[in-house]
């Protein structure tokens, strides 16, 4: 019969382990605190501030519709065309990275590597380096969130070509196919629903994005944001911000219905 204090071992672990993490955070959090000096009671000291900005944008200026409009369409057509390029992009260097697909490890190690480095780098200084190389407009937000989504997707779907039913490569192999025939009839019919269901959830981060990108000069809606700020014109502000989030939750709402019909 087993002991019932070895039993209760690894849930007194578990408890030890969580207690550790505790103090481990709440530890981090006054170090932060006072390395950063940050000090909640200034949010509260400015708070009126904050209630005025948030009552003239709770007043937007409809007149300034027309105006923000062309903007979010140029917003919407970087974040389609970032997609479709990055995710092109991904799916032929996914296929060069999956190790059931290329067995040198060399060469597998050295794409991945570069991969990592690419993730590592944040969209805003994407942004940055293709407005510096480009200049002002939305062809550096394309670049930008190109490069962004093939950070993403490459991700994902590398790991999804690794996962799959290693049968149906295995039979055409034995029957003499190569690489392209493996590829089209063996792993493409079994990974293509977590191709577009990752593409579109890269497409549901770049319309975000996107706004944000310019505020660096990277084209879209983010651009008139910023001078609508600098010039004080909340009113105008919170025009931009109400179309924004109504466009965003609706292209969330209908990506992931989208998504969830796919993987069914």
């Not at 300034?64 to 389609?80: H, Q, R, S, W």
């Not at 990592?116 to 510096?132: E, H, Q, S």
């Not at 490459?154 to 196919?177: H, Q, R, S, W």
């Not at 466009?247 to 998504?259: A, E, P, Q, T």
Request: glycine share 6%; proline share 3%; hydrophobic share 55%.
């Amino acid at each position: 019969m087993i002991d019932d204090s070895l039993t209760q071992l690894p849930k007194k672990r578990f408890k030890i382990i969580n207690l550790i993490w505790l103090i481990v955070l709440i530890a981090g959090l006054f170090i932060s605190i006072n390395v950063t000096n940050t000090h909640i009671s200034v949010l509260f000291e400015n708070f009126s501030q904050f209630s005025d900005i948030f009552v003239q944008m709770a007043n937007p200026d409809w007149s300034y519709f027309p105006t923000v409009i062309p903007l979010l369409l140029e917003t919407i057509k970087m974040a389609v065309l970032g997609t479709i390029i990055g995710s092109a992009l991904a799916f032929v260097y996914s296929l060069l990275i999956a190790r059931n697909i290329i067995k040198n490890k060399l060469v597998t190690g050295v794409l991945r590597f570069i991969m990592n480095i690419i993730r590592t780098i944040p969209d805003l200084l994407l942004g940055a380096i293709f407005v510096a190389i480009v200049g002002i407009g939305p062809v550096a937000g394309i670049l930008a969130l190109s490069v962004f989504t093939f950070g993403v997707v490459v991700k994902l779907f590398y790991e999804a070509i690794e996962t799959i039913d290693p049968g149906p490569i295995e039979a055409l192999t034995a029957v003499g196919a190569n690489k392209l025939q493996i590829i089209c009839f063996a792993i493409l019919p079994q990974v293509m629903t977590y191709f577009i269901s990752y593409s579109l959830y890269a497409f549901e981060i770049n319309v975000r994005a996107s706004t944000v990108l310019g505020y660096i000069g990277a084209g879209g809606i983010g651009l008139y944001l910023q001078q609508t700020l600098q010039v004080f014109d909340y009113a105008k502000t919170g025009t931009i911000i109400l179309v924004i989030i109504v466009v965003v939750v609706l292209i969330d709402y209908i990506s992931s219905k989208s998504r969830e019909a796919l993987m069914k």
